[in-house]
C-alpha cells in the first residue's frame, strides 16, 4: 500500500480543501478526526489528527480520549486516513511545507499508532516535495533516539520536531490539579533521548493551570515553567520552541468541575497571556499563543469570558502569532 499512496500522491499537487470542525469523532475508523491546511506562523501546515486507538491516560484537565476508541486501529485503515486527506487537500499539496501528526494522545506510542503505520506515513511525505518539517504530538516518554533516527531515515530531507506537553513546573499543580501522567523526571528522560538527535522541541506551556490561581500568580507561574524549559533545553542545545495555551475548561473533565465550583474561579485573561508572551520573545525565545479550545470547551471556562477580551486583543494575538 505504500508505494500506491507514493504514486498516488505523486499525481495530486495542489490547492485547499475542507475540514470538519474541531472536536468532533469521526465515526469511521477509515477516517480521521480532523485535518486542516492552515498557516502556521511563516509555514505551510497540514495539521491532521488520526483516529486511533485512545490515549492511554486519563489526565483531569484533559477530554481529548473521549473521542477516541479503545480497541487498536489496524494500519490499513491508518493508512486509509491519510489517503483520504491526500484526496481531500489534493489541490493544495505543492505548497505544503510542514506536516503536524496528532492522535489527540501520542503518535510515537507504538500501542496506540501501530510503527509501521507512522514509518509509511513518512516515507510518504518524501513525495511532497517542499515538505520540511514534520511535527509529531506525543508524550516524552514514548520518545527514544532510535525511534527519531528512524523517521529521519524515513524522510531525511525533513527536520523533526517533537510536539509534547510539558503544562506547568510546579509539582503540585502537574499532581494533584491537572493529574498530569508524566512526572517531571519522565519528561527530562524524554529529553535526553532527544539530545542525541538533530530534533528539536515544542512545548506546551498552560497558561493559569490551576483554578484557584490569581491573574498575577498565572504570570509568574508561567515565566517560570519557560524559564526552566529555556534553562534544560540549552543545557541539553534542543532548539525550543513554546506554545503557551491559556488554560480553558474542558466539558466533563475533573478540572472543569473542580474551577466551577471554586468561588473564585476566573479564566485566563488574553491580555495577560499575551504580556507574558512578548517578554518571551523579546528574549529571544520562538513563542506562539494557542488560542484554540479544541471543540471540547465549556464556554463558561475561556478567555473569552473575561473583560477585557474583544475582537481588537484577539486580533492582537493573531498578529503576534504571524510574527
Known amino acids: 500500500m505504500d508505494n500506491q499512496l507514493k504514486i498516488h500522491i505523486r499525481n495530486l499537487f495542489r490547492e485547499y480543501g475542507y475540514s470538519k470542525r474541531m472536536g468532533l ?40 480520549p473521549s473521542k477516541s476508541r479503545n480497541k487498536l486501529i489496524p494500519t490499513n485503515s491508518i493508512l486509509a486516513q491519510f489517503e483520504y486527506v491526500v484526496n481531500e487537500l489534493k489541490h493544495s499539496l505543492s505548497v505544503i511545507n510542514r506536516i503536524t501528526l496528532s492522535n489527540e494522545g501520542s503518535v510515537l506510542d507504538t500501542k ?14 518524501t513525495e511532497l ?9 506525543t508524550q516524552m516518554e514514548f520518545v527514544t533516539s532510535k525511534y527519531i533516527c528512524e523517521l529521519n531515515n524515513a524522510n ?15 509539582i503540585n499543580i502537574r499532581n494533584e490539579i491537572l493529574g498530569k501522567r508524566e512526572s517531571i523526571e519522565s ?25 484557584f490561581m490569581t491573574d498575577d500568580d498565572a504570570k509568574v507561574e508561567a515565566k517560570k515553567s519557560i524559564d526552566f524549559l529555556l534553562k534544560k533545553c540549552n543545557e ?52 506562539y499563543i494557542g488560542l484554540s ?31
Open 293 to 323: 479550545t479544541e471543540g471540547l470547551e465549556d464556554p463558561r471556562g475561556t478567555y473569552r469570558t473575561r473583560d477585557d477580551f474583544s475582537p481588537k486583543l484577539l486580533k492582537l494575538a493573531i498578529n503576534f502569532n504571524k510574527g
Open 187 to 211: 519528561f527530562l528522560h524524554g529529553l535526553d533521548e532527544l539530545a542525541q538527535t538533530s530534533a528539536s522541541l515544542t512545548a506546551y506551556v498552560l497558561f493559569k493551570p490551576s483554578p
Open 156 to 170: 531525511p530531507r525533513a527536520q523533526i520536531d517533537i510536539l509534547a506537553g510539558f503544562e506547568t513546573v510546579d
Open 25 to 64: 469523532s469521526a465515526g469511521n475508523e477509515t477516517l480521521p478526526h480532523y485535518f486542516l491546511h492552515r498557516r502556521f506562523l511563516s509555514d505551510q501546515d497540514l495539521l491532521i489528527i488520526f483516529n486511533t486507538k485512545r490515549c492511554r491516560y486519563n489526565c483531569h484537565f484533559c477530554n481529548l
Open 112 to 125: 496506540t499508532f501501530p510503527h509501521d503505520a507512522l514509518i509509511t506515513i513518512i516515507e510518504c511525505t
Open 236 to 287: 541539553k542545545q534542543i532548539p525550543l520552541t513554546i506554545r503557551l495555551n491559556p488554560m480553558y475548561a474542558a466539558e466533563n473533565t475533573v478540572w472543569a468541575k473542580q474551577a466551577f465550583s471554586c468561588k473564585d474561579y476566573l479564566a485566563p485573561r488574553l491580555s495577560d497571556v499575551l504580556e507574558v508572551a512578548e517578554h518571551t520573545r523579546a528574549r529571544g525565545v520562538q513563542i
Open 129 to 137: 516535495r517542499n515538505v520540511r518539517r514534520l511535527v509529531f504530538e
